[in-house]
């Protein structure tokens, strides 16, 4: 069994920063690519970063330059520092992780529940 725990989300104004954590936990072999996506009311889930397990990380367009993916693998953790937010950053942030679990031959991709990033003066 396998989970993913996303922490760090809130209420932070326009400007400041917020970090997401997410952990994954349980029967772990290993944890190939991890990342965070986004869902604002009304609007589709989108990708906001990823990192793969080489070190490889994609961003959205939208946030290059403001936010940072890096991840601990000792962990099965991976993060996300928001910095220079802003109201269009206001969305559900869910992590995704694609884990080879322990006894398995394919990896299985899991979601977190979901952190509320709420952005506004």
């Known amino acids: 069994q396998v989970q993913v725990v996303e922490s760090g989300g809130g209420l932070v104004q326009p400007g400041g920063s917020l970090r997401l954590s997410c952990a994954a936990s349980?029967?772990?072999?290993?944890?190939?690519?991890m990342g965070w996506y986004r869902q604002a009311p009304g609007k589709e889930r989108e990708l906001v970063a990823s990192?793969?397990?080489?070190?490889?990380?994609n961003y959205a367009d939208s946030v290059k330059g403001r936010f940072t993916i890096s991840r601990d693998d000792a962990k099965n953790t991976v993060y996300l520092q928001m910095n220079s937010l802003k109201p269009e950053d206001t969305a559900v942030y869910y992590c995704?992780?694609?884990?080879?679990?322990?006894?398995?031959?394919?990896?299985?991709?899991?979601w977190g529940q979901g952190t509320q990033v709420t952005v506004s003066s």
């Open positions: 349980g029967s772990i072999f290993r944890a190939n690519t």
């Open positions: 995704n992780a694609e884990i080879l679990p322990v006894f398995r031959t394919s990896p299985v991709n899991y």
């Open positions: 990192i793969t397990s080489g070190g490889s990380i």
